[in-house]
């Protein structure tokens, strides 16, 4: 049974910074996300890496303040946030595939077949 365990959202104040973990139950995955959902609003991709090659992919609005990255030995992924504004807060879920998930499709949902339960991010 996998199981991706999302942690670290908490309260910032705008300009601070914050990690999230995704502690994942089984390893290596091939392509690891971070999707955040505000109140109202559909679900967004916010960084993706391809673990083998490293590839990082990440949505324009927080391109140069976030960085994702991964841990085949622990195994967990990583998300640290920096420079958060309020327009950051939302709920952030961790995502995973077996597979190698390409461009275009980095920030698309049915991408990936595994979801954590998500943190809350609250930036204010």
Same mark, same amino acid.
């Given at each position: 049974?996998?199981?991706?365990? =999302?942690?670290?959202? $908490?309260?910032?104040?705008? #300009? @601070?910074?914050?990690?999230?973990?995704?502690?994942?139950?089984?390893?290596?995955?091939?392509?690891?996300?971070?999707?955040?959902?505000?109140?109202?609003?559909?679900? =967004?991709?916010?960084? $993706?890496?391809?673990?083998? #090659? @490293?590839?990082?992919?990440?949505?324009?609005s927080v391109k140069g303040r976030f960085t994702i990255s991964h841990d085949n030995a622990k195994p967990a992924a990583y998300l640290q946030m920096n420079n958060l504004q309020p327009e950051d807060t939302a709920m952030y879920y961790?995502?995973?595939?077996?597979?190698?998930?390409?461009?275009?499709?980095?920030?698309?949902?049915?991408?990936?077949?595994?979801?954590?339960?998500?943190?809350?991010?609250?930036?204010?």
């Amino acid at each position: 049974h996998v199981q991706l365990v =999302e942690s670290g959202g $908490t309260s910032a104040q705008p #300009g @601070g910074s914050l990690k999230l973990t995704c502690t994942t139950s089984e390893h290596p995955f091939r392509t690891i996300a971070w999707f955040r959902q505000a109140p109202g609003k559909e679900r =967004e991709g916010v960084a $993706t890496i391809q673990t083998r #090659g @490293g590839n990082t992919y990440y949505a324009d609005s927080v391109k140069g303040r976030f960085t994702i990255s991964h841990d085949n030995a622990k195994p967990a992924a990583y998300l640290q946030m920096n420079n958060l504004q309020p327009e950051d807060t939302a709920m952030y879920y961790c995502a995973a595939s077996n597979l190698v998930v390409h461009d275009p499709n980095v920030f698309r949902g049915p991408s990936y077949r595994f979801w954590g339960q998500g943190t809350q991010v609250t930036v204010s």
